[in-house]
């Protein structure tokens, strides 16, 4: 498998749903301590947010990862130190190929990492915030429709 997973096509949320290619999952297979649930939900939105803000709506092609290395780097080390030890499984897994995005596209100057991060941000945002959005790209290991 590729470290960073690219979306095959992309559907709504709803129609992803009804198609089986949302994965339902416990909170218990996916959080190391159940009491940070909704810190580490609402961080997810947060760094979706900034993605959207960085790399949505085309900005991504005028982005160059080696000018803003301290600001990237700072967002990997967050995912990487302070999400990343409070998951396991697959959301684990999703986050730390996440952070390897940002690393990758700090180490190549390329945006097509930053990409599939957000991305990543993107499907998790969307099912774990149940966030209303026309785009649902399924590149996730934790809620994708195949077995981890």
Do not use: C
């Not at 969307?126 to 026309?134: K, L």
Request: hydrophobic content about 35%.
């Amino acid at each position: 498998m590729s470290l960073l997973k690219k979306a095959d096509d992309t559907t709504t949320l709803s129609e992803a749903k009804e198609l089986g290619k949302v994965r339902s999952v416990s909170n218990d297979s996916i959080f190391a301590n159940s009491s940070n649930e909704e810190e580490i939900y609402a961080e997810i939105g947060d760094i979706h947010g900034y993605l959207n803000e960085l790399l949505g709506w085309g900005a991504w092609q005028a982005v160059n990862p080696e000018k803003m290395k301290g600001e990237l780097i700072a967002k990997q080390e967050y995912i990487e130190e302070i999400l990343v030890p409070e998951t396991k499984g697959t959301l684990r897994d999703d986050l730390e190929r996440a952070a390897d995005g940002i690393g990758k596209a700090i180490e190549t100057n390329d945006t097509q990492d930053m990409l599939i991060t957000h991305r990543i941000f993107h499907d998790l945002d969307v099912v774990m915030n149940d966030i209303v959005v026309e785009d649902y790209w399924g590149v996730t290991e934790t809620y994708g429709s195949t077995s981890p």
